[in-house]
């Protein structure tokens, strides 16, 4: 054992002293984007989900590439309930139509209500959201009770009621979807926007640009929302999901999209006759739903992980 | 206080006591490493670290250089990720590095106790604190009826314990959890604790009677201390040996006075030389000469000029407390405070947390309205201001704060950053700014490539650095530093410190210093003002308030900074 009381030195050479403080410049410079970018990349969550939602949009824009057979012709009763057949893979449905046909149109509706709905809830939800979060005072407090009030609607019943407003009856489209699902599901999006504007709004770099002589509203733009968008970019994308079931929900229960135009939903309430005799008539457009959803909420989750403050550097 | 006088006999003691007595604890060749997604890494190598029974040891090391690990492997609570990769680590002989996860829960509280860091996070807020002591007390078998509870709390300074015993952490101030997390740690009367930077995120003068006690209560019961700090005048003060670390080896070791007066490796010099609490007034020094130079330089006139450029005349703050339905009662932040800067110049408000001394800063940025009182800033009332005025002041007047990772946005790169205030106040062209923010960077001392990196590629220091950078782009006459060094490992304050000296030298700057450092003041200011409860209580220059201050709280303050007293006998020498 060495004398307790000794002074003890490391050799210098193994212990050399570095600069105090000199800025490392082996690694190229990385945004908090870039760097969610280089992780989301590597993730199997991410690519697997990535790839399901791009085959997704190319079904939805290009349906024709997949089928030759055009939505809502070739519709014969003598083929209904008919089982696959050369170039009709999955069958008949009960009015004779062609299942695989009908899931390959589907899609553009399903997509298209999910995506609109997301935009209408991300326009309205972030601006009450910041508006309320970063004033803070009675502005907070009359939209907080204003977001409540829809908070406690349900979908289902305040679609039923708003779809039977005579306005609605009369025209049933996409749009009419995206607004009853954005009017019911904007508070959401505010909430959340509102938490993440009121922890960014107190940072010393508020502060630091509000004495700079930026203005208080140029502040949440250029500094405030900036920082609160991760959370609101994981909620869309987690949402996309939600809103698409939502489309099929209502369409199921008819007061949804109108017949005429082709939706998952649409043909799962329509495979309902053959759920008997036939049910994987309503296997296919209740896959396509699943898949779809489940591939936005992997993506979500994959998202949410990239952009985690707590895993980034320092 | 433990100063010299009383330190020699324990050394003496310890010189007894390598002949026959063991080791409490002996960390022989530890080396600790992490597994991160970048693969393996070694936070400690080679760390040796020899703890007799009933002294005190100290870890002194920047953030990053491995003592709090190696504490923590001493009780057996490393992170999942990391493991003991080479050593060991014998606790009266016996290896502990290497034991089963059962006799490291038979040996915590009742032979290695903790007293951990943050007060505000290590007490459970859902538990009475009385709970909490009752838990560690059954843990380790002991007697746990309310009385021995009691006693524990006590011992540990609490006054009114029983009746303590019964609130909640959030009823406690910061110097109270820090007593109660003491009272944990000592319960079961352990032979090693582990204090891991007990005292540094309180009060100086609460810091000094938490240390006084908890020395008292350890010689008492003839319990090994191992205390894990960044201040080196503070382990000199405190501990019989001092074992400097850095970047994950101890490069010195040795008694702790040898080692201030004689430190031999090149680091420890460097943070003898640089440690606020042990300073001199080596910065005002370069300072001064640096403004007799800057006088030289100036016109005439501009000498002449050099009168009061901030007066704050009967500054007040009142604040609205909301207690319950309707109910609110006034409580003033900042109680009639008068004071004046002058061009050139740096002065300090010193205080506690709670003193109103941010409140002012804010004031004189204009970022709060002041209930009373008036603030003039080159003779003109600020709080008259009109929009377009206010904008032109912010101009000349800057702000720095503390928290180096708050005050940058993290997403903007360091060129946006430190170009937006050209851009907000549309000054010059691309092509201007562009060539403004390199020489921005050179003042700052960093490369112009950081101009492409993001806030979370740089250390605290350049963080603070960038900071600065953005203040001076306006060319400000005022820069108003919140705390701007309190959250930067010594060496990196000193080396910004120095920055401030000199860029005030060569730009005439005036400074308004908010800060808690009483050692930081005397490396920076001309004139101190010292705050107490939103009261000024004394104002002066520099040397006038630490050479004879003249109220009972400057005093406390002065005597609280730690290691204050331990550099006088080498001075005069």
């Known amino acids: 054992m060495t004398s307790n009381n000794s002074h003890f030195v490391a050799p210098i050479e193994e212990?050399?002293?570095?600069?105090?403080?000199?800025?490392?410049?082996?690694?190229?410079?990385?945004?908090?984007?870039?760097?969610?970018?280089?992780?989301?990349?590597?993730?199997?969550?991410?690519?697997?989900?990535?790839?399901?939602?791009?085959?997704?949009?190319?079904?939805?824009?290009?349906?024709?590439?997949?089928?030759?057979?055009?939505?809502?012709?070739?519709?014969?009763?003598?083929?209904?309930?008919?089982?696959?057949?050369?170039?009709h893979p999955f069958g008949f449905t009960f009015q004779g139509c062609d299942v695989y046909s009908r899931v390959i149109h589907g899609t553009q509706a399903s997509l298209s209500v999910g995506l609109l709905s997301v935009l209408c809830v991300l326009v309205i939800g972030v601006t009450?959201?910041?508006?309320?979060?970063?004033?803070?005072?009675?502005?907070?407090?009359?939209?907080?009770?204003?977001?409540?009030?829809?908070?406690?609607?349900?979908?289902?019943?305040?679609?039923?009621?708003?779809t039977q407003l005579p306005l609605f009856r009369e025209n049933k489209s996409v749009w009419t979807v995206v607004f009853v699902i954005s009017l019911l599901a904007w508070p959401q999006m505010a909430?959340?926007?509102?938490?993440?504007?009121?922890?960014?709004?107190?940072?010393?770099?508020?502060?630091?640009?509000?004495?700079?002589?930026?203005?208080?509203?140029?502040?949440?733009?250029?500094?405030?929302?900036?920082?609160?968008?991760?959370?609101?970019?994981?909620?869309?994308?987690?949402?996309?999901?939600?809103?698409?079931?939502?489309?099929?929900?209502?369409?199921?229960?008819?007061?949804?999209?109108?017949?005429?135009?082709?939706?998952?939903?649409n043909d799962i309430a329509g495979a309902q006759a053959s759920i008997r005799t036939r049910p994987e008539i309503m296997l296919y457009p209740a896959a396509a739903l699943s898949i779809t959803v489940l591939s936005f909420i992997m993506l979500g989750d994959a998202v949410r992980d990239a952009l985690d403050p707590k895993s980034r550097q320092r | 206080m433990r100063d010299k006088e009383m330190t020699s006999p324990d050394v003496r003691i310890d010189e007894a006591g390598t002949t026959g007595v063991r080791p409490l604890l002996e960390i022989r060749d530890l080396a600790i490493t992490f597994k991160t997604g970048g693969g393996e890494v070694q936070a400690v190598r080679n760390a040796h670290l020899t703890i007799m029974p009933g002294e005190t040891v100290a870890i002194v090391g920047e953030s990053g250089s491995g003592k709090s690990t190696t504490a923590l492997a001493a009780i057996g609570l490393l992170p999942n990720n990391g493991r003991v990769s080479g050593g060991q680590?014998?606790?009266?002989?016996?290896?502990?590095?290497?034991?089963?996860?059962?006799?490291?829960?038979?040996?915590?509280?009742?032979?290695?106790?903790?007293?951990?860091?943050?007060?505000?996070?290590?007490?459970?807020?859902?538990?009475?604190i009385g709970y909490q002591v009752r838990e560690t007390l059954k843990a380790n078998g002991r007697p746990s009826g309310p009385d021995d509870i009691a006693k524990v709390l006590s011992e540990a300074g609490l006054p009114d314990a029983k009746r303590r015993a019964n609130q909640y952490p959030?009823?406690?101030?910061?110097?109270?959890?820090?007593?109660?997390?003491?009272?944990?740690?000592?319960?079961?009367?352990?032979?090693?604790?582990?204090?891991?930077?007990?005292?540094?995120?309180?009060?100086?003068?609460?810091?000094?009677?938490?240390?006084?006690?908890?020395?008292t209560m350890t010689n008492e019961l003839g319990t090994s201390v191992l205390l894990i700090t960044h201040d080196l005048g503070l382990a000199a003060e405190r501990?019989?040996?001092?074992?400097?670390?850095?970047?994950?080896?101890?490069?010195?070791?040795?008694?702790?006075?040898?080692?201030?007066?004689?430190?031999?490796?090149?680091?420890?010099?460097?943070?003898?030389?640089?440690?606020?609490?042990?300073?001199?007034?080596?910065?005002?020094?370069?300072?001064?000469?640096?403004?007799?130079?800057?006088?030289?330089?100036?016109?005439?006139?501009?000498?002449?000029?050099?009168?009061?450029?901030?007066?704050?005349?009967?500054?007040?703050?009142?604040?609205?407390?909301?207690?319950?339905?309707?109910?609110?009662?006034?409580?003033?932040?900042?109680?009639?405070?008068?004071?004046?800067?002058?061009?050139?110049?740096?002065?300090?408000?010193?205080?506690?947390?709670?003193?109103?001394?941010?409140?002012?800063?804010?004031?004189?940025?204009?970022?709060?309205?002041?209930?009373?009182?008036?603030?003039?800033?080159?003779?003109?009332?600020?709080?008259?201001?009109?929009?377009?005025e206010l904008f032109k002041f912010r101009r000349r007047v800057q702000?720095?704060?503390?928290?180096?990772?708050?005050s940058l946005d993290p997403m903007y790169n360091i060129y946006r950053t430190i170009e937006e205030p050209l851009r907000v106040h549309k000054i010059g062209d691309q092509a201007s700014r562009e060539k403004k923010v390199r020489e921005l960077l050179d003042q700052v001392a960093l490369p112009q490539s950081t101009m492409q990196r993001y806030p979370n590629e740089l250390s605290g220091g350049q963080r603070q650095r960038v900071a600065i950078a953005r203040a001076l782009a306006l060319d400000p006459e005022v820069i108003i530093c919140d705390e701007a060094v309190s959250a930067l490992d010594v060496l990196v304050q000193a080396q910004v410190l120095n920055l401030l000296a000199d860029l005030q030298a060569n730009l005439g700057l005036?400074?308004?210093?908010?800060?808690?450092?009483?050692?930081?003041?005397?490396?920076?200011?001309?004139?101190?003002?010292?705050?107490?409860?939103?009261?000024?209580?004394?104002?002066?220059?520099?040397?006038?308030?630490f050479e004879s201050p003249k109220q009972d709280y400057t005093k406390a303050l002065l005597n609280a900074i730690p290691g204050a007293k331990l550099m006088l006998p080498p001075e005069v020498a």
């Open chain 1, 15 to 87: 212990t050399p002293l570095q600069a105090t403080d000199a800025v490392k410049t082996d690694q190229a410079p990385l945004s908090l984007w870039a760097d969610a970018w280089r992780k989301l990349r590597r993730r199997p969550l991410f690519i697997i989900s990535a790839l399901l939602i791009l085959a997704l949009i190319v079904i939805a824009l290009f349906p024709g590439l997949f089928t030759s057979t055009p939505p809502n012709e070739g519709c014969e009763l003598g083929n209904s309930e008919g089982a696959p057949t050369a170039g």
């Open chain 1, 128 to 162: 009450i959201g910041a508006i309320a979060g970063y004033y803070g005072g009675w502005i907070d407090a009359v939209l907080a009770r204003l977001g409540d009030i829809f908070f406690a609607l349900p979908l289902v019943l305040a679609a039923l009621v708003i």
């Open chain 1, 191 to 265: 909430r959340i926007t509102r938490g993440a504007v009121i922890e960014v709004r107190n940072s010393d770099f508020v502060t630091a640009a509000r004495s700079l002589g930026v203005s208080k509203f140029g502040a949440l733009i250029r500094h405030v929302l900036p920082n609160a968008l991760a959370p609101i970019i994981v909620l869309a994308t987690l949402e996309l999901g939600v809103f698409i079931v939502a489309e099929a929900t209502l369409s199921f229960l008819g007061i949804g999209l109108p017949q005429s135009i082709m939706s998952w939903g």
């Open chain 2, 89 to 128: 680590i014998l606790l009266d002989g016996e290896d502990i590095a290497h034991t089963t996860e059962q006799r490291m829960i038979e040996l915590r509280g009742n032979t290695i106790g903790m007293v951990p860091q943050d007060p505000m996070s290590n007490l459970n807020p859902v538990w009475k």
């Open chain 2, 170 to 215: 959030h009823e406690f101030s910061g110097g109270m959890r820090q007593r109660a997390l003491i009272a944990i740690g000592l319960s079961c009367q352990p032979r090693l604790l582990i204090a891991d930077e007990p005292t540094s995120a309180l009060d100086v003068t609460v810091q000094r009677q938490i240390l006084d006690h908890l020395e």
């Open chain 2, 239 to 388: 501990a019989d040996k001092v074992v400097v670390m850095y970047q994950g080896r101890v490069v010195e070791a040795g008694p702790s006075l040898e080692l201030l007066r004689n430190p031999q490796h090149p680091y420890t010099k460097r943070l003898v030389e640089s440690a606020p609490s042990l300073a001199s007034r080596r910065i005002q020094a370069a300072r001064e000469q640096g403004l007799e130079t800057a006088d030289l330089l100036a016109p005439a006139a501009e000498t002449a000029k050099s009168d009061t450029f901030l007066q704050i005349q009967d500054l007040r703050k009142v604040y609205k407390l909301r207690q319950g339905l309707g109910k609110a009662t006034d409580f003033a932040a900042v109680d009639g405070v008068s004071f004046d800067v002058r061009r050139g110049t740096t002065t300090a408000i010193v205080g506690e947390s709670g003193s109103g001394k941010s409140t002012v800063a804010k004031m004189v940025l204009q970022l709060e309205k002041p209930t009373e009182g008036r603030i003039l800033f080159d003779g003109v009332d600020t709080s008259a201001l009109k929009p377009a």
């Open chain 2, 399 to 406: 702000p720095i704060f503390q928290d180096p990772y708050g």
């Open chain 2, 510 to 545: 005036t400074y308004l210093f908010i800060t808690h450092d009483l050692a930081v003041v005397r490396q920076i200011a001309d004139h101190v003002c010292v705050m107490e409860k939103g009261r000024l209580v004394e104002t002066g220059s520099t040397d006038e308030v």
